[in-house]
């Protein structure tokens, strides 16, 4: 089986930043795509920013600029750096990815969700 377990979320000014962490494991041959989401309460998940395992990013244009994805692929790890916050990225961020286990068998799965309030 396969676990993804973010961390890094908080409380924090706007203007400020954050930086959360995914990493994942279990039965792990390769990790795809890998991915940042975030929902909030009473709204759909949406996209936040997205990168292939060659590095190549996709961003929401609600955060480009202030968000930068990045991944370690040694540590089967993900981050997202957070700049320039506001009151409107309050919500969970949830971590995807797109994994290839050891019996090869392909399948999306997601952390839990950690929360972000930005808030003064």
């Known amino acids: 089986q396969v676990q993804l377990v973010e961390s890094g979320g908080g409380l924090v000014q706007p203007g400020g930043s954050l930086r959360l962490s995914c990493a994942a494991s279990g039965s792990i041959f390769r990790i795809n795509t890998m991915g940042w989401y975030r929902q909030a309460p009473g709204n759909q998940r949406e996209l936040v920013a997205t990168?292939?395992?060659?590095?190549?990013?996709n961003y929401a244009d609600s955060v480009k600029g202030r968000f930068t994805i990045s991944r370690d692929n040694a540590k089967n790890a993900m981050y997202l750096q957070m700049n320039s916050l506001k009151p409107e990225d309050t919500t969970v961020y949830y971590c995807?990815?797109?994994?290839?286990?050891?019996?090869?068998?392909?399948?999306?799965?997601w952390g839990q969700g950690t929360q972000v309030t930005v808030s003064s």
């Open positions: 990168i292939t395992i060659d590095g190549e990013t």
């Open positions: 995807q990815a797109f994994v290839i286990t050891k019996s090869f068998y392909g399948n999306y799965y």
